[in-house]
């Protein structure tokens, strides 16, 4: 997860300032509550280590030892922990930790990322306040979806059903055996979120995916006011395959379950018809883990069709030399045999695209990025027939597109603080959709002076450590950021310098 980066990068922060501040013990606050926790969390070696049984505790949640295993339930989720291992078992899915969890004195610790990770949480550092934030979904949550708010109330759960017909629409949640259908207000805001990235972008309530969760936010009369789809997503290359799973390049193992979609070159396929060396983007639900849908590319670099069949495709080609916003066109073109009727694919996204016959044996045809549009390395696929005759091949470049701003996932020194040295670091982190963060796009401002050439920037972050003393005062932040595909987002704040 892109958050393991960002907890690093934190928690070498907080043991250097450990290190050189006053031995205040470091407080852990959960959704706004801080945990009482005695022994406070412990650094060791760079890394922020808490205490295990107390915080689940705090949480109200179970803890069960049985040796050197120890087991939670976090909603429907069963989590393990053993100790001397690098690896968090939940649901039978695996989390690698930056160490493994330890016993001091009777006390079990385990890395800050297992509460993140299991939890599906996020986190930050408050310098000021000694304090490791964490924001977590699934805590405080009640045994049938509905919680009270402080104007009103959420339901959520996994989103069942979406009717869009229906007068009004509605939208149906299931979580723990309980099932409530939902009228949704016209003047609703739907926002759908990947929580892997921390990109939440505005949509329409047919944008909400059955097998998502869903949090629904209402007032006291009962009238919506926002829904909220979350889910998440992981993209990457097939490097194994092995029964019901199979291996992205970057370690992370991924369950097909009855229930989940599975398109190839958008057509309906099973895991069985996938291949290593597969592109797939797969989305799965943030509350249950449970892989809802894989959407899977392959460059088949040849024609396909009945034996003997006189039809016949030499190329499939694009203009698309990088990746695309909303609004770019892409203009495909076919070489194949004359006379025929084409259409081109963009992965499971874009399907029949009509191509008109140009000229002999050339065929072309174009589309128009819409705004939602979101994809990563999707296969180009031409397809050409004559008659009941059909031949297929793939462009050999893909073709990736997002109509989302890359998000901001972290900053510091935080809005308003106060910080007591002259030469504060200021860092932000940057978090992607489908397409990466341009590193060189990065630009940041002090005080309205431009000093990102003494800065370091890379797709994940960017940080500034000033080489001489700023004097006592306002201070006054721009960071400016753009994906791959030119889509831009800029924040600002401000804090404060007292050193005396």
């Known amino acids: 997860m892109k958050w393991s980066i960002v907890l690093s990068v934190i928690e070498a922060l907080l043991l250097a300032l450990t290190i050189a501040a006053a031995p205040r013990p470091i407080a852990i606050v959960i959704n706004g509550d801080t945990l009482s926790l005695q022994p406070p969390p412990r650094s060791e070696h760079g890394l922020l280590f808490v205490p295990v049984r107390r915080t689940i505790e705090a949480l109200g949640l179970s803890f069960e030892r ?20 690098r690896v968090a078992q939940v649901d039978g899915g695996r989390i690698l930790l ?17 509460f993140t990770d299991s939890l599906g949480a996020q986190a930050r550092f408050d310098r000021h306040a000694n304090a490791v934030i964490i924001v977590a979904q699934l805590v405080g949550r009640s045994s049938n979806g509905l919680v009270s708010t402080g104007n009103g109330y959420e339901r959520f759960g996994t989103v069942a059903a979406v009717d869009v017909l229906s007068d009004p629409p509605t939208i149906t949640l299931g979580y723990g055996g309980s099932v409530k259908t939902i009228p949704i207000a016209a003047n609703a805001t739907i926002d759908v979120e990947d929580v892997n990235v921390s990109v939440t972008s505005p949509g329409e309530l047919g944008d909400v995916r059955p097998g998502d969760f869903a949090r629904v936010e209402m007032r006291k009369d ?69 892989v809802r849908e894989i959407l899977a590319s392959r460059s088949t670099g040849a024609a396909s069709g009945n034996a003997g069949a006189s039809v016949g495709i030499t190329s499939v080609e694009s203009d698309a030399s990088r990746p695309l916003r909303a609004g770019d066109t892409i203009h495909v073109t076919l070489h194949g045999t004359p006379h025929g009727s084409a259409t081109f694919d963009i992965g499971s996204d874009v399907a029949n695209q009509a191509m008109q016959e140009r000229a002999p044996s050339v065929y072309v045809g174009s589309y128009t990025i819409p705004r939602g549009a979101n994809f990563d390395d999707a296969a180009l696929i031409g397809r ?9 091949a793939a462009a050999a470049h893909t ?50 002076r431009d000093v990102t050439s003494e800065c370091v920037r890379t797709a994940q972050f960017v940080q500034y450590l000033p080489s001489y003393a700023y004097a006592d005062g306002p201070i006054h932040v721009t960071v400016r950021v753009a994906d791959e595909a030119g889509n831009t987002t800029t924040k600002s704040w401000g804090f404060w310098i007292r050193t005396r």
């Open 66 to 85: 049985s040796g050197n295993h120890i087991a939670t339930q976090i909603g429907s989720k069963t989590v393990v922990l053993t100790l001397g291992s």
């Open 98 to 114: 930056e160490a493994p969890p330890m016993e001091v004195a009777g006390v079990v610790y385990a890395p800050l990322r297992f």
């Open 222 to 290: 009962g009238r919506v006011e926002r829904v909220v789809d979350e889910y998440g997503s992981r993209n990457g290359h097939i490097v194994a395959i092995a029964g019901n799973d199979f291996v992205l390049g970057d370690g992370q193992v991924i369950g097909a379950g009855r229930a989940t979609e599975i398109s190839l070159n958008g057509n309906a396929a099973s895991l069985s018809d996938l291949r290593p060396n597969d592109q797939v983007t797969v989305r799965y639900n943030v509350e249950t883990n449970e």
């Open 399 to 448: 073709v990736s597109a997002s109509s989302v701003p890359p998000g901001i996932a972290d900053f510091a020194p935080e809005e308003n603080a106060t910080v007591n040295t002259s030469r504060p670091a200021v860092y932000a982190s940057f978090a992607a959709d489908a397409v990466g963060v341009n590193p060189s796009s990065v630009l940041l401002w002090i005080n309205g």
């Open 384 to 392: 050409l027939s004559s008659g009941t005759v059909t031949a297929e």
